[in-house]
């Protein structure tokens, strides 16, 4: 399969340069992703042939431009596998699809006394907006912890959700861990206390075949830029009733049915949330990405990067000088590493890396309460995708051997 996608990161131009005398090895698609020629040609053409706003206009680029974004909401709807496209909110990215949901469904959900249950290990983008709405409501935000192997405690889940919870925000997949959570089965417990359940996808959607109807999600959340479409498009997901029922997240042109003096009518799903001119090269770059994933195959790409794992994950292990964070058995374990060198600051080891081309992550990675719980203050994070190989995973191995032998580990 590594030839396969040795051919696959020929698509990706970025790649083909070197940073500080040395090839460059990209393992920060956790932060971002890199973007191949397909998604790139899409948005040079949008531009060139067909730039206009949407919805409004009724000459014919007006009417290619929205004819393009929405077949690229069509195509999420198909990727994720939503019910209608209608279902398919264009956001700025997973965090202002969250904020929306927090803004919207809990303001008009949450009430003093009430609880809200996250877990230790979520992105400050899942945990802000809920931390405060619980702030402004007087309700109780809880979280659910992890166990010893650093996967999320279904045990402590099913305590912590109860009948006074209202809703439960959890991640998908761990950007500092590299766990996937059984959505399915948290869906099931919230359901069974009458409460919703918001999904942080970011770090899933671009890595496996996700399901919104399967997993029975009430609103799921994403952005394209971790998944080779470029940077300030999101997508939210929400089950259409609840999306019904929601007042809009923010007010203007686009967003309305009718505007009178003292009162205004709002338009229809999935429009009622998209105010303003909206990300219209982003949203047709996101359909690119995805047409690009669907042929290579989401299931294909999750495969790849298992096999990646499991190379590598046994060798850092066996370093006695490295501290591996998440899970060590590979087959519970996505494409993202995080690990420490003992007696050496992360951003020490990442500006050591950087000096043999190989980009990795260095920070707390927005979980500041997770690296509380991990008992450090940041740690180094390696992420792979489906440009990566195992040529990549030999040159970190050779990398952090070095960077050992400079320090004197």
Same mark, same amino acid.
């Given at each position: 399969?590594?030839?396969?996608? #040795?051919?696959?990161?020929?698509?990706?131009?970025?790649?083909?340069?070197? /940073?500080?005398?040395?090839?460059?090895?990209?393992?920060?698609?956790?932060?971002?992703?890199?973007?191949?020629?397909?998604?790139?040609?899409?948005?040079?053409?949008?531009?060139?042939?067909?730039?206009?706003?949407?919805?409004? &206009?009724?000459?014919?680029?007006?009417?290619?431009?929205?004819?393009?974004?929405?077949?690229?909401?069509?195509?999420?709807?198909?990727?994720?596998?939503?019910?209608?496209?209608?279902? +398919?909110?264009?956001?700025?990215?997973?965090?202002?699809?969250?904020?929306?949901?927090?803004?919207?469904?809990?303001?008009?959900?949450?009430?003093?006394?009430?609880?809200?249950?996250?877990?230790?290990?979520?992105?400050?983008?899942?945990?802000?907006? %809920?931390?405060?709405?619980? =702030?402004?409501?007087?309700?109780?935000?809880?979280?659910?912890?992890?166990?010893?192997?650093?996967?999320?405690?279904?045990?402590?889940? *099913?305590?912590? =959700?109860?009948?006074?919870?209202?809703?439960?925000?959890?991640?998908? *997949? &761990?950007?500092?861990?590299?766990?996937?959570?059984?959505?399915?089965?948290?869906?099931?417990?919230?359901?069974?206390?009458?409460?919703?359940?918001?999904?942080? !996808?970011?770090?899933?959607?671009?890595?496996?075949?996700?399901?919104?109807?399967?997993?029975?999600?009430?609103?799921?959340?994403?952005? !394209?830029?971790?998944?080779? &479409?470029?940077?300030?498009? !999101?997508?939210?997901?929400?089950?259409?009733?609840?999306?019904?029922?929601?007042?809009?997240?923010?007010?203007?042109?686009?967003?309305?049915?009718?505007?009178?003096?003292?009162?205004?009518? %709002?338009?229809?799903?999935? %429009?009622?949330?998209?105010?303003?001119?909206?990300?219209?090269?982003?949203?047709?770059?996101?359909?690119?990405?995805?047409?690009?994933?669907?042929? =290579?195959?989401?299931?294909?790409?999750?495969?790849?990067?298992?096999?990646?794992?499991?190379?590598?994950?046994?060798?850092?292990? #066996?370093?006695?000088?490295?501290?591996?964070?998440?899970? $060590?058995?590979?087959?519970?374990?996505?494409?993202?590493?995080?690990?420490?060198?003992?007696?050496?600051?992360?951003?020490? +080891?990442?500006?050591?890396?950087?000096?043999?081309?190989?980009?990795?992550?260095?920070?707390? $990675?927005?979980? #500041?309460?997770?690296?509380?719980?991990?008992?450090? +203050?940041?740690?180094?994070?390696?992420?792979?995708?489906?440009?990566?190989?195992? *040529?990549?995973?030999?040159?970190?191995?050779?990398?952090?051997?070095?960077?050992?032998?400079?320090?004197? /580990?």
């Amino acid at each position: 399969m590594d030839n396969k996608f #040795q051919k696959i990161r020929n698509d990706f131009p970025i790649l083909n340069q070197k /940073v500080n005398g040395e090839p460059l090895v990209y393992l920060d698609s956790a932060a971002t992703s890199q973007k191949p020629q397909a998604v790139i040609d899409g948005l040079i053409h949008y531009y060139q042939n067909d730039n206009a706003n949407v919805h409004r &206009s009724v000459y014919t680029l007006g009417q290619r431009a929205t004819e393009e974004y929405e077949n690229a909401r069509q195509k999420v709807q198909r990727f994720i596998n939503a019910k209608e496209d209608k279902e +398919v909110i264009f956001t700025k990215g997973a965090t202002d699809s969250l904020n929306l949901v927090a803004s919207t469904y809990g303001e008009e959900h949450i009430k003093a006394g009430d609880e809200i249950v996250i877990s230790i290990m979520e992105h400050h983008s899942n945990l802000i907006p %809920w931390q405060q709405l619980a =702030i402004r409501k007087q309700a109780k935000l809880k979280y659910i912890g992890l166990t010893k192997n650093g996967e999320l405690d279904m045990k402590d889940a *099913a305590q912590q =959700i109860t009948d006074k919870t209202k809703i439960v925000a959890i991640a998908h *997949a &761990s950007n500092v861990l590299g766990v996937t959570n059984d959505i399915k089965e948290l869906a099931r417990i919230a359901h069974s206390h009458n409460a919703v359940i918001v999904a942080d !996808g970011a770090q899933a959607v671009p890595h496996q075949k996700v399901d919104v109807q399967d997993l029975d999600v009430d609103f799921y959340a994403f952005s !394209g830029h971790k998944m080779l &479409s470029p940077m300030g498009i !999101g997508v939210l997901y929400g089950k259409k009733a609840l999306l019904e029922a929601m007042r809009p997240y923010q007010y203007g042109g686009e967003m309305i049915d009718f505007v009178e003096k003292q009162k205004s009518t %709002w338009t229809d799903l999935p %429009w009622k949330f998209e105010a303003g001119t909206q990300n219209v090269a982003g949203a047709i770059g996101l359909g690119e990405a995805i047409d690009y994933l669907n042929e =290579i195959g989401i299931d294909q790409v999750k495969a790849h990067e298992e096999e990646l794992v499991e190379y590598l994950l046994p060798k850092l292990l #066996q370093d006695q000088d490295l501290e591996v964070y998440g899970p $060590h058995d590979p087959k519970k374990h996505n494409g993202v590493i995080s690990f420490n060198i003992k007696g050496l600051h992360p951003h020490d +080891v990442a500006t050591a890396l950087d000096m043999e081309g190989i980009s990795v992550r260095a920070g707390h $990675h927005c979980a #500041q309460p997770l690296m509380k719980e991990l008992g450090v +203050v940041a740690t180094v994070r390696a992420s792979f995708y489906l440009y990566n190989t195992k *040529a990549d995973a030999d040159k970190l191995l050779r990398a952090i051997a070095e960077t050992k032998e400079f320090f004197k /580990v």
